[in-house]
């Protein structure tokens, strides 16, 4: 059985996980498949663990080289009292190669929000960086195993969150009124392609309740609480669906500008949600990166 975890990213029917009690180990895990086990990732070992503050990571695939990689960023401790996690280390584990071991790509400049990668687009990891002002977002390659800044919203003061919506890079902005817009970049990586393409109205699902009842949710080991609103999906036909303080997954209709709960029986009172497409695929096709994109 796999301990307590929490989601690294999802690619082609495959999970990747990281235990919450500790950054290690990793597992790569498909849901649907016959085998009720994860494969465990080798284990990244840094000289001074006791100085990790955190650490951030990232799954994916790149469709021309066929390989998967799982990124870990670590952030160190400053001193005794400094945990801003500043001159951070990045290493990439590239899966199904001979020499499966963790490889160093030096240091990066980037604060990046965690504990995971948001949304994957053009083969490429994209997070939210808390030190560039407007220039908030970081890629990572992963073909090249590069970090780049990618030009983010002029015109949106601050965002909450990434996603891939319908192949396109997506900024998600939260208003004190509880309503939220969503800008769009229809050309990837330029920045004057950036455009707010709709907004979803403040609304509290009917489900939604503040009472206890359920055990408290557990802490992140890397302090990162659950978001108000996190966008998941967006449908051919323009519906949206969303995940309303970890407790509730709505769809908002963009035409109609109505609201349906989604009611699935047996969730405890909070929960994650994220977009996952199945397959029956073994974890083999991940070991020897023989994969269709």
Same mark, same amino acid.
């Given at each position: 059985? &796999?301990?307590?975890f929490?989601?690294?990213?999802?690619?082609?029917?495959?999970?990747c996980?990281?235990?919450?009690?500790?950054?290690?180990?990793?597992?790569? !895990?498909?849901?649907?498949?016959?085998?009720? =086990?994860?494969? %465990?990732?080798?284990?990244?070992?840094v000289h001074?663990t006791?100085?990790i503050?955190r650490?951030?990571?990232? @799954?994916?695939f =790149?469709?021309?080289?066929?390989q998967?990689?799982?990124?870990?960023?670590? !952030?160190?401790?400053? /001193?005794? !009292?400094? $945990?801003?996690?500043?001159n951070?280390?990045? $290493?990439?584990l590239?899966?199904?190669?001979?020499?499966?071991?963790?490889?160093r790509?030096?240091?990066?400049?980037?604060?990046?929000a965690?504990?995971a990668?948001?949304?994957?687009?053009?083969?490429? &990891?994209?997070w939210?960086?808390?030190?560039?002002?407007?220039?908030?977002?970081?890629? $990572?390659?992963?073909?090249?195993?590069? @970090?780049?800044?990618?030009p983010?919203?002029?015109?949106?003061? /601050? $965002?909450?969150?990434?996603?891939? &919506?319908?192949?396109?890079?997506?900024?998600?902005?939260?208003? /004190?009124d509880?309503?939220?817009?969503?800008?769009?970049?229809?050309? !990837?990586?330029?920045?004057?392609s950036?455009?707010?393409?709709f907004a979803i109205? /403040?609304?509290?699902?009917?489900?939604?309740?503040m %009472?206890?009842?359920?055990?408290?949710?557990r802490r992140k080991?890397?302090?990162?609480?659950?978001?108000? @609103?996190k966008?998941?999906?967006?449908f051919?036909?323009?519906?949206? &669906?969303?995940?309303y303080r970890?407790?509730?997954?709505?769809?908002?209709d963009?035409v109609?500008?109505?609201?349906?709960?989604?009611?699935?029986?047996?969730?405890?009172? %909070?929960?994650?949600? @994220?977009?996952?497409?199945?397959?029956?695929?073994?974890?083999?096709?991940?070991?020897?990166?023989?994969?269709?994109?």
């Amino acid at each position: 059985m &796999l301990p307590d975890f929490d989601l690294v990213g999802s690619c082609n029917g495959i999970l990747c996980l990281y235990s919450t009690v500790s950054d290690d180990p990793l597992y790569i !895990y498909n849901p649907f498949s016959s085998s009720a =086990h994860g494969k %465990e990732l080798p284990k990244l070992t840094v000289h001074d663990t006791d100085t990790i503050c955190r650490v951030v990571f990232g @799954f994916g695939f =790149h469709s021309r080289t066929k390989q998967y990689k799982v990124v870990k960023v670590v !952030y160190y401790k400053q /001193s005794e !009292y400094d $945990f801003s996690g500043g001159n951070p280390e990045a $290493f990439v584990l590239t899966l199904g190669t001979d020499d499966d071991e963790w490889r160093r790509l030096g240091r990066i400049a980037y604060v990046l929000a965690g504990p995971a990668s948001e949304a994957t687009v053009e083969c490429r &990891l994209h997070w939210k960086s808390w030190n560039l002002g407007d220039e908030g977002v970081v890629l $990572f390659d992963l073909e090249t195993e590069e @970090f780049q800044v990618v030009p983010g919203p002029k015109d949106c003061s /601050s $965002f909450d969150h990434l996603v891939n &919506l319908r192949g396109n890079l997506s900024a998600v902005e939260l208003s /004190s009124d509880g309503s939220v817009g969503v800008w769009v970049m229809r050309r !990837y990586c330029v920045k004057e392609s950036w455009s707010k393409e709709f907004a979803i109205p /403040s609304h509290v699902p009917r489900s939604y309740s503040m %009472e206890g009842g359920a055990p408290p949710t557990r802490r992140k080991k890397n302090g990162i609480k659950g978001r108000s @609103f996190k966008v998941l999906w967006e449908f051919k036909d323009g519906k949206v &669906l969303f995940l309303y303080r970890s407790k509730c997954v709505v769809v908002y209709d963009q035409v109609s500008g109505g609201f349906e709960d989604v009611c699935i029986r047996g969730l405890p009172q %909070e929960f994650q949600a @994220f977009v996952h497409m199945g397959t029956l695929i073994s974890m083999d096709p991940v070991s020897n990166t023989q994969h269709r994109a």
